[in-house]
């Protein structure tokens, strides 16, 4: 009878007591709940969203893009262009140090980027592999403590955009460390520093410098999107990334959280990969731009949105995020009768089990919004009108990504490209050349990479866009994509918090607080 | 005569010498097994349940394309995540046990899941059993270095977690049914070698067998004719419950992506497929395979249990 009593206190006890009370972090302390683990956090190998997230708070950069998409100022209060466009001078205003006491000059600045540069490095991050090769980096210099030169090979409006990317760091702390140490120990230039890394589990951040209303940034690897979710709702994070859409309500009905919706620019696409490595009747068939553009009909992109991602969207027409797009350009309606006429057309009618030809549709799984679902309502589609469709789905990081990263995926295949708002170049840039490494499809039309040359002897900007708007009719009518959507971003946020969601996947924390009672 | 083990439940057919009492037994009329057997059966009550659910299971698999009420994995992603038993403005129930998140119907799966179920299960343990009773038998009846080389492989074997094994065989091989099977039935050799290697160490001595030698019978002859209808009483046990664990095995190797092509129904990928939709209170998409799952483990695991005891009777009273 007496331990009957015990029993009922403690459930009482146990009940009684609020969840959120229970797990609630520390009021100096914001959880943020990550679904992929990072692997490093060397400022010049940093390649996942994830990582640049986290480094965004351990590094500073010449400047920022904005909510909006514009450049705005950070280490660097102001930059001047030489007249050929091919010189950029940054000016450093003095006072800036790093967690380590170092000052941080122009000095700093040049030697962060030609490390990057550097081939002994052998360093394949984003700045080297995704921003010197399309501002083809010359190199950088300091004449003195204030000024910083950065050389480039191609004139371009979008450099001081792409130099947003490049994260900056001290010279003397990181000359002393070996590669390893810069991928775990960083020092910082940002406002945070690293104070501990478990790999697979959590990264702890702790401001030393302002901005920031936060003591310290606790990053948790959630891979699960319901354990995300309910550790959401416990409380036990404040910020989720990557909410499945099935559990939009489920968090919005909580009381204790809410969803941030926003528009992302993250671009979906089916590639229709063209390298003749790929045989049978199917493969051959997506080589021809007529059936691509047949295909294109069969796909009901907006119920697709509507009912997998419990989102309304706009079918993309290229790969470039609206407003930058070719205004001109309509989405490509859901008609299979269409796309039946237009194959039928190409030569390749029904047989007589309703069979057009048959294809492979290869993707990755759990990397974006239900992926695996969409890329089966996409088989289906496809199967509906005599393209049978086999599905095959991967895990993404240990087979998927080395079969994109060799070029090697398809011949159909579904991906992800993360883009930006502030320039239609930027996103056009995964296609600069035949061989660049985002060109998965290894599409070679000359109308469109011959288009680079003229946008760079264009000499005014309306010259540019005419070159642009081009292009993007080359891509939307005879393109390597099967044109889907630009991805939405769900976040889940704690009550506790006042944070806004960025459409460009930048999960920045700085303006982030308590919220108000 | 060999002692049931003093522990109670059964844990080793070798130790326990079923073959021995196999061996030991009169004569009976044909016939005569199946009706004490039966009658077993019908005692214990828990054994025809389970007899029961297997015929149903039986009965989906081979049935499930003529009854199943719609194509498994035709999509329709207007009418997905659909509850069990909803009626449209007709009154006419679609979906009696839901829809999926691609609209596909739950029940028509099911049964089709069973199909691939019981075929990976019983596939599975028929590559295992046979690879794994011919190596026994090897093993027992030469001994010396091959019996070392076979048994040290299998130890090697079993010092890798299966699962694991599983995973990098498949990461490497792809995903697909016959892949699965393989690396499934491949996971079970040793335990039926073991056993078989146990039997034939000691039915190699007997005299049956020096009788079968002095009349000339090759060596083929005397493991696969002579000795090896004398292991097939406790392969039996073991295989049924060796079946259960398959079908688990398949359900978790399914749930993390590694099973079938997505265009395979399985009850493992349906509850993967479902992970998501749990907190948004989608049950009838876990629920309804989850159940299927433990049925069928535990008809098989009842059924093992049974045969267990109705082989050798002496086990049931001690345990």
Known sequence: ?????????????????????????????????????????????????????????????????????????????????????????????????????????????????????????????????????????????????????????????????????????????????????????????????????????????????????????????????????????????????????????????????????????????????????????????????????????????????KQLLNFDCERATSLVNPPQGNPDLKPYPYDPEMAGKLLDAAGYPKDANGVRFEITLQAGRGRYLNDANVVLAVGQYLTDIGVKTNVELMDWASVYVPLIRKHEAGPMFFLGSGGGLWSALYDMSDLATVDSGPNYTNWDDPRWFDGWKQIEAAKTPEEERAVINEMLKVFHDDGPWLLMYFQPDFYGVSNRIDWQARRDEVVELFDAKLASK | MTQSHPDGPFIDPAAAGLADTMVALPPQRRGDGWRRAWRSMVRGRWPLLALFILALLILAAILGPTISPLDPNRQNIMTRLEAPMVADRAGHVKFFLGSDGLGRDVLSRLLYGARVSLLVGVTAIVIGGSLGVALGLISGYFGGWTDDVIMRIGDIQLAFPFVLMAIMFLVVLGPGVFNLILVLGIGQWITYARIVRAQTLSLREKEFVEAARALGASHASIMFVTILPNVIAPLTVIASFNIASVILAEAALSFLGLGVPPSVPTWGSMLAESRDQLIANKWWLAVFPGMAIVLTVLAFNIIGDWLRDFLDPRLKSNG
Not at chain 1, 64 to 89: A, E
Request: aromatic residues 8%; contains cysteine; negative net charge.
């Open chain 1, 1 to 305: 009878m007496r331990q009957f009593k015990y029993a009922l206190v403690f459930a009482g006890a146990v009940m009684g007591v609020p969840h959120a009370v229970l797990a609630t972090p520390a009021a100096d302390t914001i959880v943020v709940g990550l679904s992929a683990d990072i692997d490093t956090l060397d400022p010049a190998e940093i390649s996942s969203r994830d990582a640049s997230n986290i480094a965004e708070h351990i590094f500073t950069t010449l400047s920022s893009i904005s909510v909006d998409g514009k450049v705005t100022p950070r280490l660097s209060d102001s930059y001047t262009v030489s007249d050929d466009g091919k010189s950029y001078t940054y000016h450093i205003p003095p006072g800036h140090t790093c967690s380590d006491g170092e000052a941080l000059t122009a000095e700093d600045v040049a030697y962060s980027f030609n490390r990057a540069a550097d081939p002994a490095n052998n360093f394949t991050g984003n700045t080297p592999g995704f921003i010197f090769t399309s501002i083809d980096f010359k190199g950088a210099t300091a004449p003195d403590p204030e000024h910083v030169v950065i050389n480039v090979g191609i004139k371009s409006s979008m450099t001081p955009g792409f130099l947003t990317e490049v994260f900056i760091h001290c010279k003397d702390s990181y000359e002393k460390m070996s590669l390893e140490d810069a991928s775990t120990k960083p020092v910082a230039s940002g406002p945070y520093k690293l104070v501990s890394w478990t790999p697979g589990s959590e990264i702890v951040l702790q401001k030393w410098q302002d901005p920031g209303n936060f003591k310290t940034i606790d990053y948790r690897i959630i891979p699960e999107a319901s354990t995300r979710t309910a550790e959401l709702l416990t409380g036990n994070v404040d910020i989720i990334t990557n909410v499945s859409p099935d559990q939009l309500d489920a968090i919005d009905n909580s009381g204790v959280a809410r969803v941030e919706k926003v528009q992302g620019t993250r671009r979906m696409y089916v590639g229709f990969n063209q390298s003749t490595s790929f045989t049978g009747k199917g493969a051959e068939a997506i080589r021809k731009a007529d059936v691509r553009r047949a295909l294109q009909y069969a796909v009901d992109v907006p119920t697709i949105c």
